[in-house]
């Protein structure tokens, strides 16, 4: 019985395996890294272009005109007769205006609140 032993197959070391695939990793990220820093982004596709913002600020303000109108007591005309003449537009009485407007008074006074709720107590 002439049995030969076959040869065992070449061991593999493990540093050229983790080597090598470090070396892999390294040159995929890089390879990845300048395609975006080159602005050719994978994941955004072709068609993504951001669309152009158009902001119009616009500052409102509003303006309040008070207008203050005195109103002037007319003129006392003397005459002879107690009637108008012909033709003539009686004045419509005057009135002067008050220093100050004042409020109305009130009709009644506030309703009082509602009392107190009883406390309740339980008994076992």
Same mark, same amino acid.
């Given at each position: 019985m002439t049995d030969r032993r076959r040869p065992a197959p070449p061991r593999v070391r493990p540093p050229l395996v983790y080597g090598s695939a470090i070396a892999a990793f390294v040159i995929a990220g890089g390879g990845l890294s300048a395609q975006l820093a080159s602005g050719n982004? $994978?994941?955004l596709g072709a068609g =993504?272009? $951001? =669309? $152009?913002?158009?902001?119009?600020r616009r500052v409102e303000t509003k303006v309040i005109v008070t207008t203050v109108v005195r109103h002037r007591a007319p003129k006392a005309v003397s005459t002879a007769s107690s009637a108008p003449p012909r033709g003539a537009v009686a004045a419509a009485p005057s009135v002067q205006p008050s220093a100050a407007p004042q409020a109305p008074a009130r009709a009644t006074p506030p309703a009082s609140p509602a009392p107190a709720p009883q406390p309740t107590t339980r008994s076992s």
């Amino acid at each position: 019985m002439t049995d030969r032993r076959r040869p065992a197959p070449p061991r593999v070391r493990p540093p050229l395996v983790y080597g090598s695939a470090i070396a892999a990793f390294v040159i995929a990220g890089g390879g990845l890294s300048a395609q975006l820093a080159s602005g050719n982004d $994978p994941s955004l596709g072709a068609g =993504a272009v $951001p =669309a $152009p913002v158009n902001t119009v600020r616009r500052v409102e303000t509003k303006v309040i005109v008070t207008t203050v109108v005195r109103h002037r007591a007319p003129k006392a005309v003397s005459t002879a007769s107690s009637a108008p003449p012909r033709g003539a537009v009686a004045a419509a009485p005057s009135v002067q205006p008050s220093a100050a407007p004042q409020a109305p008074a009130r009709a009644t006074p506030p309703a009082s609140p509602a009392p107190a709720p009883q406390p309740t107590t339980r008994s076992s």
